[in-house]
């Protein structure tokens, strides 16, 4: 590689230079050409093989849960967060359990626990701690081995080990002396953002969860007969008070770092919590199962799908309350310092600060619980309804249109550019255990209308394929053709006037095909939806600018508003009850034009950058319309 060396920049406000020190990368190369050398690859074969594994492994995650709780599996099996959706991730971030998708000394413990049962039973207590030992090492490496992993498996080996030679295990112990290990390894890594919340959540943990559950017991105890407390006892222990302790002393950290608090995760994690056990025992089972045998692994995901799912949802439910987060600024250096010093004199002084035994009432939490449990069911098991349903997914500034019959098919026209948004989306429709869409129809073959296919029909591939447009008219499309190619699946050339069977008098129906794509209309008795994927002005003129056009319920938009695509006399002509605009918040290209949306000005415009997914659903004769959220609010 060759090139000029650059030193990273840094402001005032933020050094790049130190932030990629921290990571061992001390320069950068903005401009280089690289020569390969015939030299064969020198790779370590251990290494090579366990990343192969991993791969492996998330190949069979996608395989076996839909989205979005394959993203979440991904995170918390294999620590690859990349397959959630931005708002998701956001969502985790904004109630503060994004802990539960990063690898924590949870997931450590859980493993060493099960390790060690299997093995001790097998080759004895020894030999027992020995095998999970290495396991724990290997698993550390297939996860990555970032800061916070590496601090939870070296606690974690320094536990087994003292156990192993009857030396009573000193937590605060463990925690400082992995610390000065992995100090010694890596100066850096003290300032590492991960480490040190991983490290504080620990001591607090350590140093609060014991005194909590007394004092806790205790109060009880003046209140509650003996067997009722001792019932309670230990889930409110294990979800509240342990998820108190471990942020008492992370919150000083998260204000300094990210200047926010997120004030909703005291109530979300004693809500999700109970449900990682499963992700994680059951998932597990069968991500290696299934990779073994797949039968076996869709079997023990149907057993673990609800767990994921319910997690998503309750974070998401609570992800949208006003006031979840809160901004804190001017939280600097000086006021960590000051905090801790509180909290240090606080805790030496623990005794006397009766008043925190007053913690929240198990009812109110078993009732929330259940409340959002039968919530959960009612909503996620989507089947067939008698209605057709037309979606407007929210992927950005392109078209992606998500259409269920009304015996319960599934057919996608167009995609997206992001495999992310639109397998989230995909995943919240479809029900969990149906892993298939009924037809796929490429409507515009442009990169930026069906980039995310590929990737995403990997787990929802169609039994049917329409196409309409070049073939070769972009670099998407050709994987796409590439991937339908290899799992012999046809393609059927659109033609104009050419109709898709929808049931019960349902139609989908092809009115103009160019090389850009096509124009359809979804129809059913008294409701038609326009949907311009693909426009040319020659199909505009094929169609007598919508002239013949009558009834419309709703019009879909052109090319996310871009004004040239979407003519006036095309929009006079159709006249419908709504206009549908999917685009993107802040698009870059300044979307929609702003022109267009004064030729809109008093017809209602449904957009998915204000209102999210939008689906219209009808009998053939009323319609339903249903936004995720009303422009501008937080619902």
Do not use: C
């Amino acid at each position: 590689v060759r090139g000029q060396l650059e030193t990273p920049a840094e402001t005032e406000e933020f050094s790049y230079r130190e932030y990629l020190a921290r990571q061992g990368v001390l320069s950068l190369l903005r401009t280089y050409t690289v020569t390969v050398l015939p030299q064969p690859l020198r790779a370590n074969p251990l290494y090579a093989a366990i990343y192969r594994l991993r791969d492996r492994l998330l190949e069979e995650v996608y395989a076996l849960f839909p989205q979005p709780e394959a993203g979440l599996m991904a995170g918390i099996l294999l620590g690859v967060e990349s397959g959630m959706a931005a708002d998701l991730q956001q969502a985790f971030q904004d109630t503060g359990t994004a802990h539960i998708v990063a690898i924590s000394g949870f997931n450590i413990a859980l493993i060493a626990q099960v390790l060690l049962s299997l093995f001790g039973g097998w080759w004895g207590k020894k030999r027992g701690t020995l095998a999970a030992l290495v396991g724990i090492a290997f698993y550390t490496v297939l996860v990555g081995a970032s800061a916070s992993v590496v601090r939870a498996a070296l606690m974690g080996a320094v536990s087994l080990s003292a156990r192993q030679f009857g030396r009573r295990n000193a937590s605060i112990n463990s925690l400082f002396l992995t610390a000065l290990l992995m100090g010694l390894a890596d100066a850096y890594v003290l300032w590492d953002v991960g480490f040190q919340l991983s490290f504080m959540a620990t001591l607090g943990l350590i140093l609060y969860s014991q005194t909590l559950q007394d004092a806790l017991k205790a109060g009880l105890e003046r209140i509650l007969p003996a067997i009722t407390v001792k019932i309670l006892i230990a889930p409110l222990s294990d979800y509240v008070l342990l998820t108190f302790a471990a942020q008492l002393t992370t919150l000083p950290v998260i204000a300094y770092h990210f200047g926010r608090l997120s004030v909703s995760s005291f109530f979300v994690n004693p809500l999700v919590l109970p449900a990682q056990p499963p992700v994680m025992i059951l998932g597990g089972l069968a991500v290696i199962l299934g990779a073994i045998f797949r039968p076996l692994g869709v079997f023990f995901a149907w057993l673990t799908w609800v767990f994921p799912a319910y997690t998503i949802r309750i974070v998401e439910t609570f992800a949208q309350i006003s006031g979840g987060v809160w901004v804190v600024e001017g939280f600097g250096f000086s006021a960590l310092l000051l905090f801790y010093a509180i909290l240090a004199l606080a805790t030496l002084y623990a005794s006397r600060l009766w008043a925190a035994r007053r913690l929240v009432t198990s009812s109110l939490v078993l009732l929330i619980l259940a409340t959002l449990t039968v919530n959960l069911w009612r909503t996620s098991l989507n089947g067939a309804d008698g209605l057709l349903h037309l979606t407007v997914l929210d992927v950005g500034s392109t078209s992606a249109v998500l259409l269920k019959t009304p015996d319960g098919r599934f057919l996608l026209i167009n995609g997206g550019e992001s495999a992310n948004r639109l397998g989230d989306q995909l995943g919240r429709r479809i029900p969990p255990l149906r892993r298939q869409l009924d037809a796929l129809i490429v409507a515009a073959p442009q990169q930026n209308q069906m980039e995310a296919l590929p990737r995403v029909l990997e787990q929802y591939p169609p039994a049917y394929v329409l196409w309409a447009g070049n073939l070769q008219a972009s670099y998407a499309a050709s994987q796409l053709q590439e991937w339908l190619l290899e799992r012999q699946i046809g393609i059927q050339s659109a033609l104009g006037g050419e109709t898709l069977d929808l049931g019960q008098g349902a139609f989908l129906r092809v009115l103009a095909v160019s090389p850009r794509g096509a124009i359809l209309s979804v129809e059913w008795g008294s409701f038609r939806v326009i949907l311009p994927m693909g426009v040319t002005y020659e199909s505009f003129e094929m169609l007598e600018n919508g002239s013949r056009l009558r009834g419309v319920s709703a019009l879909l938009l052109a090319e996310s508003g871009y004004l040239p695509a979407n003519p006036p006399l095309w929009l006079e002509n159709l006249q419908p009850q709504f206009f549908l605009l999917s685009v993107a918040a802040g698009d870059l290209d300044g979307l929609p034009a702003p022109a267009l949306l004064e030729t809109l000005e008093g017809y209602t415009l449904l957009r998915t950058d204000q209102n999210g997914w939008i689906d219209l659903a009808t009998n053939g004769q009323d319609l339903w319309v249903t936004v995720e959220k009303e422009a501008g609010s937080e619902k």
